[in-house]
Nanobody, 126 residues
Framework: VQLQASGGGLVQAGGSLRLSCAASGRTFSSYRMGWFRQAPGAERAFVAAINWGVGREYYADSVKGRFTISRDIARNTLYLQMNSLKPEDTAVYYC????????????????????WGQGTQVTVSS
């Protein structure tokens, strides 16, 4: 499985960005796909996840109502639409795949995700 994140950049507070994560290497219908972020000096933190097959979503409280996770099954691409961005959203954003079997439950633990993209920098200026 290969994950390639893109779409980061510099934006002013209140602005929007859309991150993409191109996935390849297998079919993902049984996977949960997620976004994490890591600010300097901080641990990697859960942002959002989606059940690839069903499309059910789950969000961290800090982004609920501002960010939307989605996927395009035909393109094998995961997205994160980020609106109303704040300076505290500044971080490197990573996409990840949770390949655990026999569960449909979301996990917010980075250690539970099996595959990771390379990260894309998002900087929000005040």
């Amino acid at each position: 499985v290969q994950l390639q994140a893109s779409g980061g950049g510099l934006v002013q507070a209140g602005g929007s960005l859309r991150l993409s994560c191109a996935a390849s290497g297998r079919t993902f219908s049984s996977y949960r796909m997620g976004w994490f972020r890591q600010a300097p000096g901080a641990e990697r933190a859960f942002v959002a996840a989606i059940n690839w097959g069903v499309g059910r979503e789950y969000y961290a409280d800090s982004v609920k109502g501002r960010f939307t996770i989605s996927r395009d099954i035909a393109r094998n691409t995961l997205y994160l639409q980020m609106n109303s961005l704040k300076p505290e959203d500044t971080a490197v954003y990573y996409c990840a795949a949770d390949a655990r079997r026999y569960t449909v439950a979301f996990t917010t633990k980075a250690d539970d995700y099996d595959y990771w993209g390379q990260g894309t920098q998002v900087t929000v200026s005040s």
